[in-house]
T-cell receptor, first 115, second 111 residues
Framework: NAGVTQTPKFRVLKTGQSMTLLCAQD?????MYWYRQDPGMGLRLIHY???????AKGEVPDGYNVSRLKKQNFLLGLESAAPSQTSVYFC??????????????FGQGTRLTVV | SQQGEEDPQALSIQEGENATMNCSYK?????LQWYRQNSGRGLVHLIL?????REKHSGRLRVTLDTSKKSSSLLITASRAADTASYFC???????????FGEGTQLTVNP
């Protein structure tokens, strides 16, 4: 069981370039999340999705877009990368809130550097 | 702003000692969860406590929850060097679907 898989694991972008981060989960989870983690800090929620075809903004959505065309995939896009988006990005998935065990399963992270 | 705030930010202890970390939050929650993160890795779920529970145990972990004070604590007993990691609390809010994390406590266990 792969769990949550993020690609790529590392990337260096030039300012203004675009890219898409892919998150795939094989646990049939309804909910998926994208977080960013900056040095010495916790995770800040960028966008999340409560099901296929739905997305919602988190705490820090500016400069990012997301899509959830398939239940198992959640894509995070940067249309015009900025140095402030240098961070480690984590994807997570859970079953819906209110169910018995809503623990989040995380990917291993994508380390993005924007120069 | 972060829903959960951990205290202390950093904790350094000797192997065999107990480690206690605290988390405070602001809104009504369905549950509160604790996660561990080894350096450069993803987060791993440790334990979940529901809003109607006051204490929960799992191995060397003990979690308490005080909803009247909007606070939780994580106790790791008989710590080991391998427990060295960052520990985060996360709250599942009743108002929405979001899982919101605090800024974490960096625990160092010295052999």
């Amino acid at each position: 069981n792969a769990g949550v898989t993020q690609t790529p694991k590392f990337r260096v972008l030039k300012t203004g370039q675009s890219m898409t981060l892919l998150c795939a989960q094989d646990m049939n989870h309804e909910y998926m999340y994208w977080y960013r983690q900056d040095p010495g800090m916790g995770l800040r929620l960028i966008h999340y999705s409560v099901g296929e075809g739905t997305t919602a903004k988190g705490e820090v959505p500016d400069g990012y877009n997301v899509s959830r065309l398939k239940k198992q995939n959640f894509l995070l896009g940067l249309e015009s990368a900025a140095p402030s988006q240098t961070s480690v990005y984590f994807c997570a998935s859970t079953i819906p809130p209110g169910d018995m065990n809503t623990e989040a399963f995380f990917g291993q992270g994508t380390r993005l550097t924007v120069v | 702003s972060q829903q959960g705030e951990e205290d202390p930010q950093a904790l350094s202890i000797q192997e065999g000692e107990n480690a206690t970390m605290n988390c405070s939050y602001k809104t009504s929650i369905n549950n509160l969860q604790w996660y561990r993160q080894n350096s450069g890795r993803g987060l791993v779920h440790l334990i979940l406590i529901r809003s109607n529970e006051r204490e929960k145990h799992s191995g060397r972990l003990r979690v308490t929850l005080d909803t009247s004070k909007k606070s939780s604590s994580l106790l790791i007993t008989a710590s080991r060097a391998a427990d060295t990691a960052s520990y985060f609390c996360a709250t599942e809010e009743t108002s929405g679907s979001r899982l919101t994390f605090g800024e974490g406590t960096q625990l160092t266990v010295n052999p």
